[in-house]
């Protein structure tokens, strides 16, 4: 089976839309996923999500499933690095590498994770997803997959970057903060992820490609800097 995760065009987070170069990649993602099969989609039932699917399902006649669960990872905490309550995934590098709890699996045992109820959404997520992956033949055990149904399915899933991550960790096993702040998948981007069936009835999933922008090369438009933070302190872009 094949995962491809991806994410909303350029946001308009104020009406949960696209920007004007938000549906444009969409457009572009649309095109240049043509002729690739997808044989099912699940989508966010966030406004941006749903305008990103929307020209691939016209354009390949295929109706998604609306997954609430799939929208943005959204708790919010408050820690040392933040005056307001921010989303669990936003920390300053120098705050968040502090703590070695979170290279873990207990990551979200750190006070400002428990205050937040990261734990419960957390496992809400996780749940739900092992739960859609058992109905394509493929169910939790332990740290790998039991086969019950192999195949070469396509699943789409259009959703957001926070929570992108959060399905990445579970499939790899791996805590969400070093992928949260390690990764950077801009808007629109694709990531694939197979399964690998190396001892029969026994899959694993492993990451192909992550955050691919080949379409929006192919349509000489460049990626948004949404999701990126400032390469220099003294850059304009946002810190």
Not at 41 to 47: D, E
Not at 133 to 151: D, E, K, M, P, Q
Not at 203 to 230: D, I, K, N, Q
Request: hydrophobic content about 40%; overall charge negative; some cysteine.
């Amino acid at each position: 089976m094949k995962l491809l995760i991806i994410r909303h065009g350029d946001p308009d987070y104020l009406h949960d839309s696209l920007t004007k170069e938000g549906r444009v990649e969409a457009a572009l993602l649309a095109s240049n996923l043509r002729n690739v099969p997808i044989d099912y989609a699940y989508v966010s039932p966030l406004g941006r999500a749903q305008l990103t699917a929307q020209p691939i399902l016209d354009a390949k006649k295929l109706t998604a499933t609306t997954l609430d669960w799939l929208r943005e990872f959204d708790p919010k905490v408050m820690h040392s690095g933040s005056l307001l309550p921010t989303c669990a995934w936003d920390w300053l590098p120098d705050d968040w590498t502090e703590h070695d709890l979170f290279y873990t699996d207990r990551w979200y045992e750190d006070p400002a994770m428990v205050a937040g109820g990261v734990k419960e959404r957390y496992e809400e997520v996780c749940a739900s997803f092992d739960e859609l992956l058992a109905s394509h033949g493929y169910a939790r055990n332990g740290r790998c997959y039991r086969v019950t149904r192999s195949n070469h399915d396509t699943v789409a899933l259009f959703c957001h970057f926070g929570l992108g991550c959060v399905l990445l960790s579970r499939l790899l096993s791996v805590s969400p903060m070093v992928l949260w702040h390690g990764l950077c998948a801009a808007p629109s981007s694709v990531t694939t992820v197979y399964t690998e069936e190396r001892r029969k009835g026994v899959a694993s999933f492993r990451v192909a490609e992550y955050g691919s922008t080949e379409h929006l090369a192919m349509g000489h438009l460049p990626p948004s800097f949404s999701a990126r933070f400032c390469e220099c302190f003294d850059d304009a872009d946002r810190h």
